[in-house]
């Protein structure tokens, strides 16, 4: 095609290649391409419908009535690698905070060691050493520490692909031998380490490798007093901490109220003692309708004659399963719409008894009936939500419509009943339009059960070999697994995240602690001062928690204000949560005060017990 910059095709070996290779395959296929720069999708239509009048002069047998449609960014695969992205990004994201957030209480950390450095970096001065070797020294001392952390992180890596791969093993499996650590990770944690050591080194070496020499010798201490810049520098340090936490809290917290809303709310079905089995379509191993119907007729008798099973049905697709038939939707008697521009609708093949195995409810019309399934009448049921688009106030019972390119040269269908919404590919996805034809054939077992259903596996194992030895069985699972792993995304991603501001948090609390007790131990002298001349314990306890607790509420308060404008990011990964939930915001906050508290909790404490007559003999 002019319009397409490649094409390519992947036709799956096995026992379906009969079935795909052959022209009359009536099943919707679906084909994913990029279009050229400066290529519209009214041109590559045209284009399309062009070669579908050819394919149609040139087979008229099979090709006839049949063409090709564009379904363009509003198809669901199209949706979820826009999840998939934003959930990278947000990652990334969140790594990139903690990075910071070390950063910044490395750099505090080497401000107060530049300190108690002060009289060392003044007498090598005194002794002719150049300021520009000092900076060389200290920003080594720097990049050797983030070297030996970024050597550290890569150790941990390793082991929490390791733990992920052995908890994932879903998404292990997609990756071809679990999660791993590539040449280019270990690459990048090595340019990291070099910026981030040389980045967040510099202040602390500039300001460490200035002193004040005549003063600082005069003295006559090893300890002095921080300067006031310094000071300022060690709490603005704090406060962005606290902030870049507050913000990895907040999204944490917001992700993990979704994923609880998300696994504590009702999927329409009733997923309990339900067994489901995946078959390759065709299991007669021939693309012999008669054949294929008499397979699945036999293969569903002897299924429900099991001791233990309560109803058997086949489908396809499985329920939360991301993959469907995706079609166009047409209301006989109402004018076609533009080309692009048609309704969709997802369309499921299922049996007599896929609503009574399911537990799905009817609210008007009644069910397929099991001459339906076999003979595939020109009949529907649609669910509540297709009802309401396009028969608004009105029972859709007796009304007809086609969803293109399914069925030709007759396509329309009628409607005979109306069931619940249920959850279709995910349990975290707004209910969807969706059309169920009636089939006795499938390519997934629904197996109703008392006991526990993979405890029949082995017996719907040997009933499947009995009636096809040929046919094999992937995928079996109970409904409840398949729910747990319809989630799983959603899970690691709240994990990682959560794991993130876990890490943020202890950070933000060692930054705290490392500036009030390196301040207690700086004002020694003068908190001896103040005890001598009459002031209490508990004075002094309150003057050091109020510190901390007014830079606390500074970052809390950046770090809302900034996750205010972040969360809106997350609106695609959040189920019945608001971005901006003030429950959230207010548990972040309440949480980073007290770990503030705490953090100030010892240093108050050995502050408050400084003795003055032992602090002023030492000054």
């Not at 903690?98 to 001065?125: F, K, P, Y």
């Not at 020499?213 to 704090?238: C, F, I, Y």
């Not at 067994?275 to 309708?289: C, F, I, M, Q, S």
Request: proline letters at 7%; aromatic letters at 6%; charged letters at 20%.
């Amino acid at each position: 095609m002019v319009a397409y910059e490649e094409a390519q095709a992947f036709v799956p070996l096995g026992p379906q290649k009969p079935r795909l290779m052959s022209r009359g395959l009536r099943d919707a296929l679906f084909v994913k391409g990029r279009l050229k720069p400066g290529v519209t999708r009214a041109q590559a239509q045209a284009e399309l419908d062009v070669i579908a009048q050819r394919l149609e002069q040139q087979y008229p047998e099979t090709n006839a009535s049949r063409r090709a449609v564009i379904l363009g960014p509003r198809h669901p695969e199209i949706e979820r690698g826009r999840e998939i992205q934003t959930t990278l990004f947000m990652l990334a994201g969140a790594a990139g905070f903690v990075l910071l957030i070390t950063c910044s209480n490395l750099a505090s950390l080497l401000l107060a060691r530049g300190a108690g450095r002060t009289r060392e970096m003044a007498v090598r001065l005194a002794l002719g050493a150049g300021r520009v070797r000092l900076i060389r020294q200290l920003l080594i001392e720097s990049v050797l520490l983030a070297l030996a952390g970024g050597a550290a992180g890569l150790w941990l890596g390793v082991w929490a692909c390791r733990g992920l791969s052995a908890l994932l093993p879903q998404i292990a499996q997609i990756t071809q031998g679990g999660f791993t650590l590539e040449a280019r990770v270990f690459g990048f944690a090595l340019l990291v380490s070099l910026v981030t050591g040389l980045l967040f080194g510099l202040a602390p070496a500039l300001r460490a490798s200035k002193p004040d020499v005549h003063e600082t010798l005069k003295e006559g201490t090893t300890r002095s007093s921080p300067s006031l810049p310094r000071q300022r520098l060690q709490k603005a340090l704090v406060v962005v901490q606290v902030a870049l936490a507050s913000v990895l809290l907040v999204g944490g917290g917001l992700l993990l109220q979704s994923l609880y809303r998300l696994m504590t709310k009702d999927p329409g079905f009733d997923p309990r003692h339900v067994l489901t089995v995946k078959l390759h379509r065709g299991g007669a191993g021939t693309t012999d309708p008669e054949r294929e119907a008499a397979f699945w007729r036999e293969l569903s008798a002897r299924l429900q004659n099991l001791p233990g099973v309560v109803s058997v049905a086949t489908a396809f697709p499985m329920p939360l399963e991301p993959s469907s038939w995706t079609c166009p939707f047409f209301v006989e008697g109402r004018p076609l719409p533009a080309p692009g521009q048609e309704p969709i609708t997802d369309v499921f093949s299922v049996s007599s008894d896929y609503f009574r195995t399911l537990g799905v409810g009817l609210l008007n019309g009644r069910f397929f009936s099991p001459e339906e399934g076999a003979q595939s009448a020109k009949v529907a049921l649609i669910n509540q939500t297709l009802a309401a688009r396009h028969w608004p106030g009105e029972s859709p019972v007796g009304k007809r419509f086609r969803v293109f390119p399914l069925e030709t040269p007759d396509p329309w269908r009628t409607v005979v009943g109306v069931v619940e919404n249920f959850r279709l590919h995910a349990l975290n996805e707004s209910p969807k339009p969706a059309v169920y034809l009636p089939s006795m054939s499938g390519a997934v077992l629904i197996l109703r059960t008392e006991p526990d259903p993979l405890s029949l596996l082995a017996a719907v194992r040997e009933q499947v070999r009995d009636v096809d030895p040929n046919q094999p069985l992937h995928d079996c699972k109970s409904l409840e697994q398949c729910m747990e792993e319809s989630v799983v995304g959603q899970r690691v991603t709240t994990w990682l995240l959560g794991a993130f501001a876990g890490i943020a948090l202890a950070l933000a609390a060692v930054g705290i602690y490392g500036l009030i007790a390196y301040s207690v131990a700086q004002r020694t002298h003068e908190i001896g001062v103040r005890m001598a001349l009459g002031a209490g314990r508990l004075q002094v306890t309150r003057q050091v928690v109020g510190g901390s607790l007014k830079l606390a509420l500074w970052g809390v308060a950046a770090g809302l204000a900034a996750a205010c404008g972040v969360t809106g990011l997350l609106t695609s990964l959040l189920y019945e949560v608001r971005p901006l939930d003030p429950a959230t915001f207010a548990a972040v906050s309440g949480v980073l005060l007290g770990v503030a508290l705490l953090a100030s909790y010892l240093p108050a404490r050995r502050a408050a017990r400084v003795d003055p007559v032992v602090a002023l003999r030492c000054e």
